[in-house]
């Protein structure tokens, strides 16, 4: 009488273990996606937040001189007004996406730019930051050609889409300025 004997296979074939690695792999891709998604809101909340504080702060230290026309980027730094996720590069300011910042001041206003082509702003980063910076702004243009005034017009912001003057909002300032390619928030403060 002959003994069969059965064996007994322990373990995976490696079909189940490619199509086990691919499953993680998918997961793995949505999960990194979701993050970076709601990475990128939080930098557009914080952003603004501490654009805002950057105001206010520069604000309080220039109030005593009467005026902004020495503020730049490097006398800001001088006082440690860049906070995360602003950040000093040399002596430029840059937000946090990376794009260099420009910062002028005059005898009576200030102005900023966030965003810009070397890594643009999301249409919906650009609008949360320039509603939450309407409420302290005096002017904000947006658009791929809104800028800082440089020289006699230093304090002023020029070029792109006008959405805020004075008390006056204009939507399709905002959204047309958003939607242009490479955005940049031009604002001036007083």
Not at 62 to 88: C, F, Q
Not at 138 to 149: E, F, L, P, Q, W
Request: contains cysteine.
């Amino acid at each position: 009488m002959e003994m069969k004997t059965k064996k007994i296979n322990a373990g995976f074939v490696l079909t189940e273990l490619l199509l086990g690695i691919a499953v993680v792999a998918v997961i793995a891709l949505i999960g990194a996606g979701v993050y970076q998604s709601l990475r990128a809101n939080v930098n557009a909340d914080d952003m603004a937040d501490k654009t805002i504080a950057l105001v206010s702060d520069v604000q309080r230290h220039w109030r005593n001189a009467g005026t902004y026309a020495s503020l730049s980027a490097a006398e800001v730094d001088k006082i440690s007004l860049v906070k995360a996720p602003l950040k000093m590069n040399g002596t430029n300011m840059v937000d946090a996406w990376g794009n260099t910042m420009s910062l002028s001041g005059s005898a009576s206003s200030f102005s900023l730019t966030i965003g810009g082509a070397t890594f643009p702003i999301s249409k919906e980063d650009c609008s949360t930051i320039a509603n939450k910076l309407s409420a302290l702004a005096s002017v904000i243009r947006i658009g791929s050609d809104a800028a800082s005034g440089t020289g006699g017009s230093a304090g002023t912001v020029t070029g792109g889409n006008l959405f805020k003057s004075g008390a006056t909002i204009t939507q399709s300032g905002l959204t047309d300025g958003c939607s242009s390619a490479n955005p940049i928030i031009a604002a001036s403060f007083r």
